[in-house]
């Protein structure tokens, strides 16, 4: 089976219109994948369906809508009626920075609800109908940070964690089904989320969106999960499999409040 038969005709991208989504929709669109492009912003999911409608003569349909809004399942279920969705990679997340108790607790629900729910709402969803196909793929969107606690990034690292530990669970469950799932450990990566965030200047290599796709895309049916780029396939292995857990927390938040902390030491406004 070819790369089309086995996760086509149509692909949902979650999270779709910038960064890795746009990095994902532009791969599978070169491999001949009809798309359902979800993000909130309709200008700049637009700009990208005709983009991508020109190039790949392919159809692209657009769906803008909040990913952590409480009806998602309905709203996804009713854009995709009629259409076989051979392919979920839910990319979108929600990230807060900085210590846990400055930020509101419905800043970090919020986190849960796009991080969390949305993964296996929408893995539930178009999972159903792919084992009960018999074939289909999944790819669920995680990161370094979800491998151990992440101080600065508790809610963001442990939700990374559950997209991590479920793409595991349903690679093994669902791959019995036909259902090839991976989940993708990406490093920091240059998209204008990542640019968002204002890290600071650091000697840390930054992924290509592109590469981190193709990567991940090529794990699909091959392993549970996939880290891409060897100085973060190295890194993994020593925070994860040398180290002491406490060690690879206390590293982590090292890290991170270097990259975000203001010079007084406290965290960025
Ligand atoms: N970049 C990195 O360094 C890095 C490192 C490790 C892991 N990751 C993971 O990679 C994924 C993508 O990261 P990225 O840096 O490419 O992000 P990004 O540049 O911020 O892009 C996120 C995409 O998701 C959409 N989105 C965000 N929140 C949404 C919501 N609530 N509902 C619907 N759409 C939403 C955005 O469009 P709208 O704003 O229009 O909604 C955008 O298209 C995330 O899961 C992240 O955790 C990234």
Not at 63 to 83: F, N, Q, T
Not at 86 to 93: E, K, P, T
Request: glycine letters at 10%; one cysteine or more; charged letters at 25%.
């Amino acid at each position: 089976m070819d790369f089309r038969e086995r996760y086509g005709p149509y692909a949902l991208i979650a999270g779709a219109s910038v960064g890795l989504g746009e990095a994902f929709a532009r791969r599978l669109a070169g491999r001949g994948l009809n798309l359902i492009l979800i993000a909130r912003r309709p200008d700049a999911l637009e700009r990208l369906a005709k983009d991508l409608r020109t190039r790949y003569a392919i159809e692209v349909r657009t769906l803008a809508a909040d990913l952590s809004r409480p009806d998602l399942r309905e709203v996804v279920e009713h854009a995709v009626d009629g259409l076989t969705v051979g392919l979920l990679v839910y990319n979108a997340a929600h990230s807060v920075i900085g210590p846990f108790v400055d930020h509101s607790l419905d800043e970090h629900l919020r986190v849960l609800e796009v991080n969390c729910r949305g993964p296996l709402v929408l893995a539930h969803l178009l999972g159903k109908a792919m084992a009960e196909r018999g074939c289909g793929g999944i790819v669920l969107m995680t990161s370094m940070a979800g491998s151990q606690g992440g101080p600065w990034l508790a809610t963001y690292a442990a939700s990374k964690a559950f997209n991590l530990v479920l793409a595991e669970g349903l690679w093994d469950e669902l791959g019995e089904r036909g259902v090839d799932v991976v989940a993708c450990r990406a490093g920091a990566t240059r998209t204008p989320g990542y640019a968002a965030s204002q890290p600071r200047p650091s000697r840390v290599p930054l992924l290509e969106a592109d590469r981190v796709a193709a990567v991940a895309l090529d794990a699909l049916g091959r392993k549970p999960s996939v880290v891409p780029g060897a100085f973060y396939r190295f890194s993994a292995f020593v925070m994860n499999r040398l180290l002491p857990r406490r060690v690879a927390v206390r590293i982590m938040g090292r890290a991170t409040r270097r990259l975000y902390a203001g010079r007084d030491g406290s965290p960025k406004s």
